[in-house]
């Protein structure tokens, strides 16, 4: 029977979440790498049993580990054999250096992006926060980082180059810090096309490559940013998430910072589709994996009120592509919630009846079977979820 393996990023450790295909009974492992933040855990669609986690800590920094059995056991991919970490498993080995390009005429940083102040900064790697495995490399890997940059990985997470054509294409001066730092959190890979990557950036935009991240371009017509000079500038908007189905890709769907909005058209152009959602302002948004009309949101109540509104966790779902919403909130709590769902805590499965699941920032993780329509908690109480992702399994 088909089951689903849910992994779940936290701020204290990675819990995995495992089920047969009725998801009706759940076994819990974890935490691993207790005490450290979690910002994401991504297993590869070509051997369900590679699994990278972004493992990080104020006092030791950016640690990749890999697991090639599911989560049951792990490793630095560049550390060798039999080499000890540092204390409490500092990284040692090539896997977690993350180095910018510089300028191979002079040496010096490639570009400067802007800072809170206004003023050129340069750019400081701080953490990865995505990992995307390659859908047709089983040893590629990209990771998303902040200070906002591209990294790909061809040997299995071992060593890591920047496709620098992001930072260095022309607008990198213009980038800035949103609230939460200059991340890259989005990256999407196009089963139609492998040299087409779609990313997205807080607070500068989403871009596209058709080239395989030799060459980029902002695409980012049709958004407004009230808090920018120029509301509808090239690059400058804090994109919260991008999501999209595989099985159409070029149609996609995008959390701002206030709105919801639409592409049909490989992002040449967006639509805002906020409808009648209670506020427009959320983080997170993902597609049913077999109505890629089908696309849920989890409204929260302003950017500095990061809560869902009167107390009441809500799911919203547009089965329109977002012209319409519907409120799903049977088996989530309705009273007394002051939760968050952040950018990457939502995924769905692709089983026949998709499941679709999020995290909280209250430690919540609830999952439903039928598309949203009821929901249950299939753990109440782990530390702060950052991160959720989930494999179909065979």
Not at 19 to 30: I, Q
Not at 84 to 106: H, I, L, M, R
Not at 208 to 229: E, F, H, M, Q, V
Not at 316 to 332: D, H, I, Q
Request: hydrophobic letters at 30%; glycine letters at 12%; a negative charge.
């Amino acid at each position: 029977m088909s089951g689903v393996r849910v992994l779940v990023g936290t701020r204290k450790g990675a819990f995995i979440l495992t089920a047969d295909g009725k998801r009706e009974k759940w076994n819990v492992s974890g935490p691993h790498f207790a005490g450290w933040e979690i910002y994401h855990a991504k297993g590869s669609t070509l051997d369900p049993n590679r699994v990278y986690v972004s493992q990080t800590s104020g006092w030791f920094g950016q640690v990749i580990q890999r697991s090639d059995d599911g989560g049951k056991t792990w490793f630095q991919p560049g550390t060798p054999p039999g080499e000890e970490t540092g204390p409490g498993g500092t990284p040692k080995g090539e896997s977690n250096k993350f180095v910018y390009d510089v300028s191979p005429k002079t040496g010096k940083p490639l570009t400067t992006h802007q800072f809170y102040d206004g003023t050129q900064h340069p750019w400081e790697f701080k953490r990865v926060w995505h990992l995307e495995p390659s859908l047709t490399e089983p040893d590629t890997v990209f990771a998303g980082v902040e200070d906002a940059a591209l990294f790909k990985s061809k040997d299995g997470g071992k060593t890591w180059s920047e496709l620098s054509g992001l930072r260095g294409h022309g607008t990198g001066p213009k980038w800035q810090p949103g609230a939460g730092g200059m991340c890259l959190h989005t990256v999407i890979l196009d089963p139609s096309d492998p040299k087409r990557i779609y990313i997205a950036i807080s607070a500068a935009g989403a871009f596209r490559t058709d080239d395989g991240g030799a060459t980029w371009k902002p695409i980012n017509k049709g958004l407004r940013s009230l808090y920018i000079p120029d509301p509808t500038a090239e690059v400058g908007h804090c994109v919260h998430h991008v999501a999209m189905n595989p099985k159409r890709p070029g149609v996609l769907f995008m959390q701002k910072h206030w709105d919801v909005m639409r592409s049909y058209n490989a992002v040449d152009s967006w639509t805002e589709v906020s409808g009648n959602l209670p506020t427009d302002f959320g983080f997170v948004i993902d597609v049913h994996a077999h109505q890629p009309e089908t696309i849920y949101v989890v409204p929260i109540k302003s950017d500095s009120e990061h809560f869902v509104p009167d107390g009441k966790l809500r799911v919203y779902r547009s089965k329109t592509g977002g012209n319409e919403w519907e409120e799903l909130t049977k088996g989530l709590p309705q009273q007394n919630c002051y939760v968050n769902v952040l950018r990457d805590a939502m995924a769905v499965d692709s089983l026949d009846d998709c499941g679709v699941y999020f995290g909280t920032s209250g430690g919540q993780v609830y999952a439903s079977s039928n598309g949203g329509d009821t929901w249950s908690a299939i753990v109440h109480d782990l530390p702060g979820v950052l991160s959720v992702e989930v494999q179909t399994l065979k």
